[in-house]
């Protein structure tokens, strides 16, 4: 039975919806035209001759940069370039600034842009997001006033008009607009203008069009079959017999089908997915489209084309691609852009939460605070390179990546770590198998709450369970899963439960904070504290100091330059007019957590530990699980499991 108000709540729900189609339709409503390609002249070339004469190259990085504007009006024109990709792609910023500078540097001119665009990497890595976004943001770009694009009507290339200008012309057409005719028309626009208009090109139709994937305009997309059958018809087109018979010339442009891949693209992007499974002479028409914008077909001249070829592949077919020493000149017209898997936990694990936020199965299943988290610092620890360094092991490496102060380390060490293994990434788990492994747990067990725990045994399901992985590698990501609950779980979920057991942790760890560092400025300057509320002085208390250090190993010898570091971060925010706090300081934060936590340790261990606990010792139990609840992101069933597993590890201390 429905609610009372529950039809009027639902009609408002509707109407607003309907308020929000129709403001996107006003928005994304653009301005059709007709005419011809006088009017063309007249009307619309001189507004903005640039525009009209922008290539495939030069239309995608103002697309680019005009989908940045909006949100970062100020910034550089390469942060603005990459503004397109944020709200999906996490973790490969610097691939994605590398694809900025492709387009830029193409758009200028430059020979870069007379090479294909290779996307290297892994399965599940982005490659395929990459190329969505571009072709989405394309077609929405060309709805735009600043994204118009005109073209002679009827043509299936969309041909610019002002490839209409003859030859003899186009020296005073570039003197009187600014801009240069870089095409020529195709046959079908010759035999077009010859027949329907007998040569007065000023006569010829011209449209506005946008682009649009699913109606092939401007934007194509070639998938691979099999090699034995594949038609380089698919890419070019073929003749048309049914149209032969109508007008018995094969040589028609009439008769020719101009369905083809890379007419589709004309004008804007053809994405060519699993480029190196294709026949080499097809690498060989893409590789000289890209290189001269023109393609060769039997019966006609070359035919002009403008478009930029976007292409993919995984890691297995480009390196049986460079074991062929025939293709080595193909690689050479190449611009290869390797785009790994992220390797911030962090990112990860946005990644996870943008792919079940969208999926049902996960629509009415509560997942604890650390589930992402954890899958995420798993699937890390299958990507890296052991290092070398002493001193330094895998999770620090890990930590370092995700932007923590590892002990002994400087800030940017992540970035040198980076740049000393270039291909950290490109292997390991995909976050496809994390999610199928997630899936899995939740509609096996047909549950409604995932804890961490219940995660990474879904996970050792899946990888004992995958055939093709073989011993050493299952034991080694197995190790994996163990790291990932001893060096990083247990941590966050100590810091949870402890936090719960404070009526206000927060307002308690600043006091301890501020305390900390009035005690470390009376140390440096060598001078006494005052009570304030026996107004009695005294030194500092070096016990209290020492006891805070050393829960993150601070040593003796090491304290003083430890100690001045805080006080200089501390007269940093002073002087920018914010107050010190926690988050200032990720060393010290873990410090005081740990301090606190050392503090209440006896009672939750006391009231967790009883056989059968009083009613006070499950009154106490109660206030920490709804803690947990309300505050920290836990369900009533993940809540019971941490403290219980939290009391676990304290048993074992």
Known sequence: MRPLGADAESHGTNATFIDTLSSFSKLHRAQRWEGTFGDFLANILPANPSAMARTSHEYIWDMLRWHGRAAQP???????????FKHELFGIDEPLSRLVDYFKAAAAGSDVGRRLLLMLGPPSGGKSTVAILLKRGLEEYSRTDEGALYAIRGSPLRENPINLIPTSLRAEFRQRYGISVQGELSP??????????????????????????????????????DPTTADIADLVGSVDLAKVAQIGDEGDPRAWSWSGAVYAASRGVLEMIEILKVKREFLYLLLTLTQEKNVKVSRFPLIHLDETILAHTNLAE??????????????????????????????????????????????????????????????????????????????KKLRLYAGEAVEGMPENEGQRLRAEVPDEGLTGVSPRFVINAISNAITRGNTHSLTSMELLLALKDSIESDARMDAKQKKAWIDHLVTARK?????????????????????????LLEKYLDEVEASLDHRQVTDPITGETRAADERFLRSVEEKIKVSDSGKQSFRQEVVRKA???????????????????????????????????????????????????????????????????????????????LAQE
């Not at 100020?74 to 397109?84: G, I, K, Q, S, T």
């Not at 106490?620 to 993940?638: A, N």
């Not at 403290?643 to 676990?648: A, D, G, I």
């Open 487 to 511: 060096e990083f779980y247990n941590r966050w979920v100590k810091e949870d439960v402890h936090r719960a057991m404070f009526a206000s942790f927060e307002e308690e760890a600043q006091q």
């Open 74 to 84: 100020d910034a550089a024109e390469n942060v603005r370039a990459v503004e397109l």
């Open 571 to 649: 007269m940093v925010a002073f002087k920018a007019g914010e107050k010190f706090k926690l988050a200032s300081h990720a060393r010290m934060r873990e410090a005081i957590e740990q301090y606190l936590f050392e503090e209440r340790r006896d009672v939750l261990r006391l009231v967790t530990s009883t056989a059968r606990p009083d009613e006070d010792a499950r009154q106490k139990i109660s206030v920490v699980q709804q803690r947990l609840v309300s505050e920290y992101g836990y369900d009533e069933h993940s809540a019971k499991e941490a403290l219980s597993y939290v009391t676990t590890l």
């Open 318 to 395: 480009f390196h049986k691609f460079l074991q062929e020493k025939e293709n080595e000149a193909l690689l050479d017209r190449m611009v290869i852009i390797k785009i790994p898997y992220a390797l911030s936990y962090r990112d990860e694990s946005r990644i996870y939460q943008k792919l079940v936020s969208g999926a049902p199965a996960f629509r009415n299943v509560h997942l604890d605070p650390h589930v992402l988290k954890l899958a995420a610092v798993f699937a890390i620890l299958t990507r890296l390179v052991k290092p070398e360094r002493e001193g330094l092991d895998t999770p």
């Open 188 to 225: 079908w626009a010759r035999d077009f203008v010859e027949r329907e208009y007998e040569g007065d090109f000023v006569r010829v139709p011209v449209e506005r069009v946008f682009l649009a994937e699913a109606s092939r305009v401007g934007i194509g997309t070639y998938a691979p079959h």
